[in-house]
């Protein structure tokens, strides 16, 4: 299950979302993740089955990307260094890859689990 979310909320808002804005902007480039070369979704813990069968489903150059992203923000980490500004990930290239696909896994899991226990009356 994903985590709740008020980005909905805020994006079906424009001025609220013009406002927020530039926070969200802040608090990504906080964040740091960029730094090191990650993109959001490589943040995703693996520890659930869905995540565990999105990142089987995705394709296998995406997935090799993946690997090779946290392999090196670990070498970075262990090695207290930041990427150089051009091989830092830039705001972008930053998008959705993995959360469609564990979405779209959630739904299945949702239609099976009321398929499994539909009731049927005469």
Same mark, same amino acid.
């Given at each position: 299950?994903?985590?709740? &979310?008020?980005? &909905?909320?805020? !994006?079906?808002?424009? #001025? %609220?979302?013009?406002?927020?804005?530039?926070?969200?902007?802040?608090?990504?480039?906080?964040?740091?993740?960029?730094?090191?070369?990650?993109?959001?979704?490589?943040?995703?813990? =693996? $520890?659930?089955?869905?995540? +565990?069968?999105?990142i089987k489903r995705l394709p296998s150059k995406e997935a090799y990307d993946r690997v090779f992203r946290i392999r090196r923000a670990f070498q970075c980490s262990i090695?207290?260094? %930041? #990427?150089?500004?051009? =091989? +830092?990930? @830039?705001? *972008? /290239?930053?998008? $959705?890859?993995?959360?469609?696909?564990?979405? *779209?896994? /959630?739904? *299945? !899991?949702? *239609?099976? =689990?009321?398929?499994?226990?539909? !009731? !049927?009356? @005469?």
């Open positions: 299950m994903s985590a709740p &979310s008020f980005a &909905s909320y805020i !994006v079906k808002r424009p #001025l %609220l979302k013009r406002w927020m804005q530039p926070l969200a902007n802040w608090y990504t480039d906080a964040a740091g993740y960029r730094k090191l070369g990650l993109k959001f979704d490589d943040l995703i813990p =693996e $520890e659930s089955v869905n995540v +565990q069968k999105a090695s207290h260094t %930041l #990427l150089p500004a051009n =091989e +830092q990930t @830039k705001p *972008e /290239e930053d998008v $959705e890859y993995l959360s469609p696909i564990i979405r *779209e896994i /959630e739904k *299945e !899991v949702k *239609e099976r =689990e009321d398929l499994d226990n539909l !009731v !049927v009356r @005469k």
